[in-house]
């Protein structure tokens, strides 16, 4: 249980993979937003030896107020990786909005975008591992077909975060234990909810004895030690976190439960699951996957188990906070720390229902590379992206897709907006017809599986409602914060 060492292979086309779905997720270069300006205030303040700065931090939604002073209210960890790019490219502080910068989007890609590749190669290495042939598939599926590419190059912490949580997995399943506790605090010091990761692995680590556990211990320390010296020097305290200090039109929401979480309520579960940029909207190839860590676990039972905690316990997170989708964003993004932990299961997946895997990974890849190319764009409360899909057909006019596409830096070549685009979609569907070539030359005659109605039922009830935009007339006697919940994702509650 759990004895077996890393399975660890190459897939086929590793590179030429990699490097297409880095077009496809990191080429849009999308405006600055208040992620952005809340790192890199913090970023600017501490090349002047300073945590505060009340000018910049003004200037940005996120922020957090002590000791009369103005200090993020985010993480340090993605501000401290970002520092020296900002300086090596010269960006300012606060790039303000609607701004889009070169620069900007080198800053992302050069973070955040390394972070993306480097938790796709994880996912395809260990993938191919798991099923021969099928690293590649899994890539992909992972790569482009979840929430994870809208937000490569988007200047939130949760890519980063899931990067370094899925190779301190790796790491402590390889027995390279301290390591895997120097990642493990890494990845607390980028984003807080990671020390849900943090926890699980301690957890596995100490089913393999008391001194991986200590050896586990002591790789976090650096991480946690940074964490609570920023902590103490910012807020007063090494246990004070910035969330507790939250000062914008959130903070009375932020207030309630652990920082805003509570019990998973209705709106929130819709939300995250069939709302605009719900799972089973946007990435039904997550069920082929959640189906494929119950196969894993006949091989890596304990490896399973990490995999289907992490995720539970980020669903339970989602579903909990007050706002599921963190504001404007593609969708749950809170959840995709665990998403690497889920595509555990893309291979196995691949190898035991290869034609269902393949068919919700082209419908996810499809879907999630429109969400990359136009979830920046402000679309009515009650219009989804499966409605806004279902207009086009009569009329573009009718359609916020028509006016949604983002720059480039092709832009900076002289191409228009549609080029870039086009490249974006290119990228995509070489990736996939690649990846899936293995899938399709290994695939039998079809056999009959439970899996194949209980995917497509859940996956058409939730696109059903998509392109209904239900339910936008949803009635409800919860707080603010679930209203604003509402909007996030895509609905009008109206309260009695």
């Known amino acids: 249980m759990g004895g077996r060492s890393l399975p660890w292979r190459r897939p086929r086309h590793e ?11 990191l080429l849009p270069v999308n405006s600055a937003n208040p992620q952005d300006e809340s790192r890199l205030c913090l970023a600017q303040a501490l090349v002047h030896g300073r945590l505060a700065d009340d000018a910049c931090f003004a200037r940005s939604l996120d922020h957090a107020a002590y000791g009369g002073h103005l200090y993020s209210d985010k993480a340090p960890g993605l501000s401290l990786l970002e520092l020296p ?3 090596a490219v010269r960006l300012g502080p606060a790039p303000g909005r609607p701004a889009y910068s070169l620069r900007l989007w080198a800053v992302r890609v050069l973070t955040s975008g ?9 996912v395809g290495r260990i993938g191919e591992g798991l099923a021969s042939g099928l690293g590649g598939a899994a890539l992909v599926a992972f790569a482009l077909g979840t929430l994870v590419a809208p937000l490569a190059a988007a200047g939130f912490d949760h890519v980063p975060a899931a990067a370094l949580g899925f190779g301190a997995f790796a790491l402590a399943w390889r027995r ?19 020390a849900l990761v943090a926890a699980v692995l301690a957890v596995y680590a100490a089913a393999h004895g008391v001194r991986a556990l200590a050896r586990y211990a002591a790789g976090a320390l650096p991480g946690l030690g940074l964490l609570a010296a920023y902590d103490a020097l910012a807020f007063g305290a090494p246990w004070h976190l910035s969330y507790r200090y939250v000062a914008n039109a959130y903070a009375s929401d932020q207030a309630h439960g652990l920082f805003g979480i509570g019990a998973p309520h209705e709106l929130a579960v819709y939300a995250v699951f069939a709302g605009g940029g719900g799972l089973l909207v946007a990435s039904p190839v997550l069920v082929a996957a959640a189906a ?22 980020f669903v339970v997170l989602n579903c909990g906070y007050f706002l599921p989708y963190g504001g404007v964003s ?11 932990f889920l595509a555990l299961g893309l291979g196995p997946a691949f190898a035991r229902h290869p034609r269902l895997t393949a068919a919700l990974a082209a419908v996810s890849v499809a879907v999630t590379t429109v969400q990359t190319l136009t979830w920046t764009a402000a679309r009515p409360p009650q219009q989804t992206l499966f409605g806004d899909l279902a207009r086009i057909p009569y009329g573009l006019a009718s359609s916020s897709l028509a006016e949604a596409l983002p720059r480039s830096p092709l832009g900076w070549l002289g191409l228009g907006r549609p080029a870039g685009a086009v490249l974006v979609a290119a990228a995509a569907l070489a990736a996939l017809v690649v990846g899936l070539r293995p899938v399709r030359a290994r695939a039998g005659p079809p056999r009959r599986r439970a899996l194949a109605p209980v995917a497509l039922a859940l996956v058409l009830a939730a696109d059903a409602f ?8 949803y009635r409800s006697t919860s707080t603010e914060g679930t209203v604003a919940a509402a909007h996030a ?4 509650p109206l309260k009695r």
Do not use: D, H, K, N
């Open 489 to 492: 994702a895509g609905v009008v």
């Open 292 to 313: 494929g860590l119950a196969t894993l676990a006949r091989a890596y039972a304990l490896e399973a188990a990490v995999g289907a905690a992490v995720t539970v316990l």
């Open 85 to 87: 790019v900002a300086q």
């Open 466 to 473: 998509g392109i209904a935009g239900w339910p936008y007339a």
């Open 114 to 122: 390394v972070a993306f590749l480097a938790c796709a190669f994880l």
């Open 15 to 25: 590179l030429a993979l990699l490097a297409l779905v880095a077009v496809g997720a």
């Open 176 to 194: 390279r234990y301290a390591l895997a506790g120097l990642a493990a605090g890494a990845a607390i010091l980028v984003e807080y909810q990671a």
């Open 330 to 340: 593609p969708g749950p993004r809170f959840l995709v720390p665990a998403l690497p």
